[in-house]
C-alpha cells in the first residue's frame, strides 16, 4: 500500500504570500498603528513572563510572544467595525490589540478579584463582553462553534475567531466552517498555525492544508506568513463574509509557561522593526517602542502595589 504524501502541506517560511513594496504602500498611520499594537503586546507579555518567573503570576500563562503581529494586522483592519472576537488560549495579544480593559487583564494573571475572571482562571478565558471580547473554556477549538452561533444571531455583525493549528484538527471546529459556509455568516477565521500542537509538528499529525479543507466548504481562504502589513491587507479584505487566513507564525515561548526551545524560525518583531526603517519610519518605531515599555512599567506597578497589600 502507498504511503499518503504529505506534500499538500506549504512550506514554512516568513515570505508566505508576500505582496512586493506592500509596506511602502502603506500609509505611515496604518505602519505605526500595527508597530504600536505590536509593542504594546509585547512589552506585556514580557511583564507576564518575568513577574511569573518572580513568583508575583501563579495562575497557568499562555503568552503570545512570536504571534502578535497577526492580532495586531487583524485588529489595524477591522477594529473600526466593533468586531465580535472569540480568541483561544494564547490571546493577550488579541486581547490587547482588539481594545479590551487593561486593568482586569493584569488583575486576572495577578489572582486579585478585580480580574476579568475574578482572578482564579488564568490565561484561556480572558474576556470583556463590553468590547465584544469573548473567552473560551480551555476545551481546544471550542470557541470556533461558539463564534458560529454568535455570528448567527447577530447577522449585521463581523465575527472574528481565532483559533491554532491544532484546534483545527477537532471534529467540531471543522463542522463549523462548514456551517458558516453553508450559512454565509459573516465570520473572518484566523488560523494562528506555529505548526506545533504543544510539541508535535504538523507533518506529523496530517496530510492536509486547512485552507483548502475552507475552500473545499466554500470559504475564501488565503495562506500567508505573519507579516503584519500583509495580515492587514488580507483581513481588510475577507471582511464581510465567511472566510479564512491561516497565517504561518513562531511560537517564541512554550506552549504554556515561560520557557523556550532556543530561537523561533523567523523572528517577526525584529523584521518589523526593519521593515520600519526601511520606508522611512525607524525614529518612529524607536519612540513607540519607549513608550508602550513605559506605559507597561506604569500599569503592572500600580497592580503589584495593590497586590502586595491583598
Known sequence: MKNPELSSLTPRTATLGQIEGLANQSSPELSCELFRLICFSRAFEWRVKAEAERGNVNCLVYLSLGQESIAAGVA??????????????RAHATYLSFGGARVPLVDELLGLPGGCCGGMAGSPPIHDIANRIIGHVGLIGDQVPVAAGVALTNPGDQVICFFGDGAAEEDYVLAALGFAATRRLNILFVCEDNDLSVLTPTSVRRNWNIADVATSFGL??????DDPWLVSYWADRLKGRPALMNVKTCREIWHVGTGNDGPPEWDRFQLTRETMAHIGLGRNARSIEDRATAEIEELWAKRLQIQSVS
Open 76 to 89: 489595524a483592519a477591522l477594529r473600526a467595525q466593533k468586531p465580535w472576537i472569540l480568541g483561544q488560549h
Open 220 to 225: 475564501e481562504s488565503v495562506e500567508i506568513a
